[in-house]
């Protein structure tokens, strides 16, 4: 049996409880929101990424608004043969050389046009609106996924462990891109058929699904190892000695611990999923065009860096700067609620 | 209710494989607990005594022996069944700060046991708190996490969870020996008073000895895996035979300058491996009294007519009557068949005419 192999478990009558550990005041005692908000609140990194999330999330929802009020042009809309007043004179939306024009700072491309005539504010928002969405499904896939995965290998050990590892080494050992834009382009033509679940291949769901799956082990890694910690604990062994099952340990007394690792791991992997998602659209794998994401915006662009490099720069700077404070903040969060790096160390130490 | 007792463990065997080779932590191990007695089981660190316990709940499965719950065999008994049964075997933990899960509140905690009973939640509440008001806490402390608890509190929340399984049988696992010492007196206080309200076996295991004769009814002395000594508290108290009683209940200090002076019986060097015991008396290689017998023989345990046992070829303070009255324990090993009595010769130039100091007390 496992158990009679376990070492760690044996000669424990006279040894010392851990007073050292119980000493250090507990920061995710007073509850992992409060101190999550506590040190986002407190410092300027906190603050300035926060703010600028805020701003990011907040614009993107507001994106209809825009373009209905505002811009009066849809994502998609072309307005390559259009032209607007400009400082009191008539200017051509793209000129004769397919020049698009620049930002405006007026209702009507603020942020200019890109080559088709598009308004490039509108498809910036809605883009933001397609990236955010596939990046936050895409996330719960990722949290979902590898918190069953690493639960189960931590809790059951043995073979059950072995072939949920070695199905991670796999997924791993693969350039995670090169795994993305394979799926991505297979699904993009024919979509996914399972049968009962159909999704066509221009569905969002279909690249948050893809960029989902491929990070799981960049969470069953780390939760994997902090579950072995964790079935070793007193408080299991005494729900053990209780009569409580496997199931009702895992639900009760695992899970409850994770929190801090899942909120750990949740920003670090949202700016990542975020990347994922722009690198996938950029080169053809993700959102498929029309549809705008910032990834298709810069690829778009890339078309005319010379004549309008704003195509690319605007785009490429907000998807810098939603990264950017996405892994500032989690700094501040992982700081806050893991001060002994816990969950660093269980990235590290995966075998 | 049948005439078997409580809860009888017999030849007990706990091994584990390490690198090493085997790790024998219990060696051939019988022990009953009666109902309503509080059993005291002492010994260095590291001697086996808290895989005793554990094995007793069969938290870890024995390798050799039987377990049996009111003469029940429940060595064998599957996971499923064992289960259904757990609430009469309760156990309290050493560690108060690592046998309560943070992420809980202790209502929560405590009302696990009436939970998996079956218990209905609108119930479950008002017996958290009869349990909780058991154990000197109250209602206030329902909806506390556990860091919010001081250690004191903390291990009263674990005999709360305890008892609110209303278990025949408490298991203590060293339950003081993480406290405070004036904290350590009100957690032995409450022990005592359960035992004596609701008539709770117990089985108390614990380094300290001075902790373990406030509650014990029956002392057992574990050396490295085995029962060296055991009897009423009064007699392992006043009439210990084993050498190594002897030197635990001399390292016991008393409070009494006048008799600062008293001889001790310091035991030499360290407790040796399990994993390579030395061959015959576990004990010879640190025993002052060890003859040629000790390193060749296991001495059997032998029962004298106090009540007291010892597993000692050279026991203190035994003539040759008590020897020819005494009667001696079966060992699981057939090499245990043609062992020698106890030496009652050697026995009187050891003691010289110094009594126990827990004696006095």
């Known amino acids: ?351 | 209710m049948s005439d078997a007792p409580l809860m009888k463990v017999e030849h007990i065997r706990q091994e584990f494989a390490v690198k090493d080779g085997t790790l024998r932590a219990v060696d051939d191990v019988t022990l009953t607990i009666d109902r309503g007695e509080t059993v005291g089981l002492v010994g260095e660190s590291g001697c086996g005594k808290s895989t005793l316990a554990r094995t007793v709940l069969r938290l870890i499965e024995p390798t050799q022996g039987t377990i049996a719950l009111e003469g029940r065999d429940i060595t064998k008994v599957p996971q499923r069944e064992l289960r259904a049964i757990r609430h009469r075997m309760q156990m309290v933990f050493q560690d108060p700060y690592g046998s309560l899960n943070p992420r809980r509140r202790i209502g929560a905690i405590v009302g696990d046991a009436l939970d998996l009973r079956g218990v209905p939640k609108s119930e479950q509440r008002t017996q958290v708190i009869a349990a909780l008001e058991r154990v000197g806490l109250g209602i206030d402390h329902l909806h506390r996490w556990p860091h919010e608890l001081s250690g004191g509190q903390r291990q009263r929340v674990g005999v709360a969870r305890a008892l609110a399984a209303s278990p025949d049988l408490l298991i203590a696992d060293e339950p003081v020996s993480a406290l405070d010492v004036s904290v350590q007196a009100q957690l032995v206080n409450l022990l005592v008073d359960l035992q004596r309200d609701l008539g709770l076996a117990q089985l108390f295991v614990a380094h300290d000895l001075s902790v373990v004769r406030q509650v014990a009814d029956r002392i057992a002395v574990m050396y490295l895996g085995r029962i060296v000594e055991s009897g009423p508290t009064d007699v392992v108290f006043a009439r210990a035979r084993h050498p190594y009683t002897r030197a635990l209940l001399a390292a016991v200090p008393i409070a009494d300058p006048s008799r600062r002076g008293r001889q001790r019986e310091a035991i030499r060097g360290e407790l040796p491996s399990p994993i390579d015991p030395p061959p015959g008396c576990h004990f010879h290689p640190r025993c002052p009294h060890a003859t040629d017998v000790c390193m060749t023989e296991q001495p059997a345990l032998w029962h004298y007519a106090d009540g007291g046992r010892a597993a000692c070829h050279h026991p203190y303070g035994v003539s040759a009557a008590d020897v020819a009255a005494a009667s001696r324990d079966d060992l699981a090993s057939p090499a245990a068949a043609g062992m020698s009595a106890p030496d009652p010769s050697t026995a009187d130039l050891a003691d010289a005419g110094e009594t126990p100091a827990g004696a006095q007390a």
């Open chain 1, 1 to 351: 049996m496992a158990e009679a192999t376990q070492p760690a478990g044996v000669p424990a009558s006279g040894t010392p409880a851990p007073a050292a550990t119980a000493n250090v005041p507990d920061p995710v005692a007073a509850g992992l929101w409060r101190a999550s908000w506590r040190a986002i609140k407190s410092s300027w990194a906190g603050r300035l990424s926060l703010l600028t999330l805020v701003l990011i999330v907040a614009s993107s929802l507001a994106a209809p608004l825009w373009a209905n009020h505002v811009a009066d042009s849809g994502p998609l809309t072309n307005h390559l043969t259009d032209q607007i007043r400009l400082n009191g004179e008539l200017t051509d939306v793209v000129s004769f050389e397919g020049i698009p024009i620049g930002p405006t700072g007026q209702k009507r491309f603020f942020l200019g046009a890109d080559a088709n005539g598009r308004d490039i504010m509108v498809r910036l928002l809605y883009g933001g609106r397609n990236s955010l969405q596939i990046s936050l499904v895409a996330t719960t896939i990722t949290l979902l996924l590898g918190t069953l995965f690493g639960l189960i290998a931590g809790f059951f050990r043995g073979w059950v462990d072995s072939v949920i590892s070695r199905g991670l080494d796999i997924l791993q050992s693969t350039p995670i891109i090169l795994l993305g834009i394979a799926l991505g382009v297979a699904t993009a033509l024919g979509g996914i058929n399972l049968g009962i679940v159909k999704i066509p291949g221009d569905s969002l769901f279909i690249p948050a699904l893809i960029i989902g799956v491929i990070q799981t082990v960049y969470v069953a890694r780390p939760l994997r190892g902090i579950t072995l910690s964790l079935r070793e604990r007193p408080f299991v062994e005494a729900a053990r000695s209780q009569g409580a099952t496997n199931m009702r340990i895992i639900r009760r007394e695992i899970l409850p611990n994770l929190g801090t690792s899942l909120l750990v791991l949740a920003p670090i992997i949202f700016a990542q999923t975020v990347s994922y998602e722009a690198a996938l659209s950029f080169l053809g794998a993700g959102v498929q065009p029309p549809n705008p994401s910032w990834g298709t915006l810069i690829s778009d662009g890339l078309d005319v860096l010379v004549s309008a490099p704003h195509l690319t720069i605007i785009p490429g700077a907000v998807l810098a700067a939603m990264v950017l404070s996405l892994n500032l903040l989690g700094d501040v969060v992982r700081e806050a609620i893991d001060p002994r790096g816990m969950v660093a160390a269980a990235q590290k130490d995966e075998h």
